[in-house]
DNA sequence: CGGAAGATTGAGAGTTCTCAATGCCTGTGG
DNA sequence: CCACAGGCATTGAGAACTCTCAATCTTCCG
């Protein structure tokens, strides 16, 4: 019944019976997208903020020449932009991946899950993983080579699926073609597509039909200068909270 | 009497006598920093919010190789995320680029400023343009060139500097090197001024003893492909504010 | 005036892109 | 159940872009 949203929220603070009822009756109404359809396009007048239950999507922007970069992956569990209701315009897109269901919460209700502080902690505290995500993109296109960048950026899909479940073992299910990866990397599909064999030969990771396998994982951590603190860990939780996670993690790939 | 940081503020959203007298009261005391010292550095336990009142800053990352990206530059009137306080250690460093004079307010003073609906608004709109920069700066590493990645920045920079005031005519005083410049812009200091030099030749833009001079502001947009729309024009604010606005921008470089 | 930091320039090495062709897999219609 | 179309993935080869290394200039200061 607790969908992936609440699960990841719940990692962020500690929310009382209230905080999740108000959760869930925001969420209760999910609607179901197909793939490639736009949430959101750039230029339209922002409020709505949306909310992955199922399925991916991936926030973008166009350039003239029709390009695309992506600015982030949205996977199940995921929401965005609380306060982009205060801009006038939206500076990006937001696209489905693969079918989905999406939660579409109104500005105004959005306020309204804010009073709640445990819920406010928790949503900012999301953000705050984002906007650190962002900065590492950043970093990644400034200071790493192709092959350091395709190996962050997958150790940090495998990290975050891995914090909603969404892993199995060493491996994830990734619905993302080499296309839309390229574009989120800054490169081209065809360079990608050979650094991906790189790292297969280098028996760090291999990519196939949708699913991510991390062969190994010290070798990918080492090869993709991907910092242990990095996401979840940096996250200021309580001791409870702490000792779950712990579980949790505990028997799965020592990333 | 009015620091920079208000004045931005004010055309964030509108804000009351109380309002402005908290403000007033939060960064009455201001403190002198010489150049290149860190505000605070990775990893450090997060918290406070800092607020240049004069002079320049940068935030930013190292790598392990100790080659570092710049993530933002931090100019008067600028300051800094409002909620890193959630995450367990900083994911980035600050450091003054001059000698600036900063306000540090403690995260339960912030706490205390959003209880204002009026700031909370004004600061947050603020934080949601500096989200707007970090996509932007994603979006130049990923698809511009070189070329149109350092106008881009530059544009940028003219355009945020006169929002505060800044600029005088189509000039802005300018104290980044060409090292600093070149490591927000994911380029080596070599190449950047081969680029430098394109534009100049192109009779776009010149950048001289720590000075940018727009020598001709249409070509930088063309040359940049930079949104009339980013930044100040993105901002949702009512008409008076907008009047306001105007009334300083009349006379300005077309940019 | 000497030193230090920043800006410029040249030349060769490496990386990444572009263009183009080919192979592989999946869903659909016959 | 098979053939085919369309979307992805893979590979090759040459062009273009950036980096690295090194030397030279300039500017700013004590």
Redesign the interface.
């Known amino acids: 019944m607790e969908n992936r949203f609440i699960t990841k929220l719940k990692r962020m603070a500690e929310l009382n019976d209230d905080d999740l009822k108000a959760l869930a009756k925001a969420t209760e109404k999910p609607r179901k997208i197909p793939t490639k359809r736009d949430l959101i396009r750039e230029g339209d007048r922002p409020g709505p903020c949306f909310v992955m239950l199922e399925g991916w999507a991936c926030?973008y922007?166009l350039?003239?020449s029709g390009?695309?970069?992506i600015?982030a992956f949205m996977m199940p569990g995921d929401s965005c932009?609380l306060?982009?209701g205060?801009?006038?315009?939206m500076?990006?897109s937001i696209q489905t991946i693969t079918p989905s269901l999406v939660v579409k919460i109104e500005q105004l209700e959005v306020v309204e899950l804010m009073d709640h502080p445990g819920l406010a902690?928790a949503m900012?505290?999301a953000?705050?993983?984002d906007?650190?995500i962002?900065?590492?993109?950043?970093?990644s296109?400034?200071?790493?080579t192709s092959r350091e960048r395709v190996a962050h950026l997958m150790c940090e899909l495998y990290v975050r699926a891995r914090n909603v479940g969404l892993t199995d073992q060493d491996s994830v299910t990734l619905p993302l073609s080499q296309a839309l990866l390229a574009?989120?990397?800054?490169m081209t599909a065809v360079h990608l597509n050979r650094v991906l064999r790189e790292l297969r030969e280098l028996g760090a990771m291999e990519l196939q039909r949708g699913k991510l396998v991390i062969t190994d994982a010290k070798k990918m951590v080492i090869v993709a200068?991907f910092d242990e603190?990095?996401l979840h860990?940096?996250?200021?939780v309580s001791p409870e909270i702490l000792r779950g996670q712990a579980e949790r993690l505990s028997g799965s790939a020592p990333l």
Chains 1, 2 share one sequence.
Not at 86 to 89: G, P, Q, R, S, T
Not at 134 to 139: D, G, L, N, S, V
Not at 233 to 236: A, F, Q, T, Y
């Open positions: 926030k922007q350039m003239p390009t695309r970069q600015l932009d306060h982009v205060l801009l006038a315009e500076d990006h902690k900012y505290t953000q705050m993983v906007e650190g962002m900065r590492a993109w950043i970093t296109m400034g200071r790493r574009d989120s990397l800054g200068g603190k990095y860990r940096r996250l200021r």
